[in-house]
């Protein structure tokens, strides 16, 4: 499905726009995989039974933890135990290898997008319309005046300013005790 996307993409080319929200897309999905990942491996060491145990506490049905903890179990019931938590017959590390897949084609989605990104911006400035150009226009020279008017009003700040340090020297004159 990924290919189809990716082929589709490669003759229709896509709007920044339309990218960013595929990238958000894949970004998430990359988050939810490694989300996932954290909670296989979670899931997988604080199971005791998903561990691997030695030969020889494995003959008498019983397997001794690091922490010293003793686990009683006969055979059939870790059968059900592990085909009851992952539903199938590939093991305890199904579900890890199954979320670490999903985060490997996430990752490589969300680069092809982030890669294809600045292609989409040399396209766009390729094949600008006149509509485009004009506005463009427009905007500069409203950026243009802008400026001037900003000069126009910097200026008229100074004065201002200017004017009001004269009458604090004017007002403190007033203030000070005469000498007659």
Not at 23 to 52: R, Y
Not at 156 to 174: A, E, H, M, N
Request: charged share 25%.
């Amino acid at each position: 499905m990924e290919e189809s996307e990716a082929n589709a993409s490669a003759t229709n080319p896509k709007t920044t726009q339309e990218l960013a929200v595929e990238g958000q897309k894949h970004l998430e999905e990359t988050i939810q995989s490694a989300f996932q990942i954290l909670s296989s491996m979670n899931d997988e060491l604080c199971n005791p039974l998903l561990w691997p145990t030695d030969s020889s506490a494995a003959g008498n049905g019983h397997s001794s933890l690091p922490n010293g903890v003793v686990v009683h179990s006969d055979s059939s019931s870790s059968e059900n135990t592990n085909t009851q938590n992952h539903g199938d017959s590939s093991g305890a590390g199904g579900a890890l290898e199954e979320a670490r897949f999903r985060y490997k084609n996430s990752v490589t989605a969300l680069r092809a997008v982030l890669a294809a990104i600045p292609d989409s911006h040399k396209e766009a400035s390729e094949t600008g319309s006149p509509a485009d150009e004009t506005e463009v226009e427009k905007l500069e020279e409203q950026a243009s005046n802008l400026r001037k008017e900003l000069v126009k009003k910097n200026a008229y700040i100074k004065v201002l300013i200017d004017q009001l340090r004269d009458l604090i020297t004017d007002i403190s004159t007033w203030q000070s005790p005469c000498s007659v």
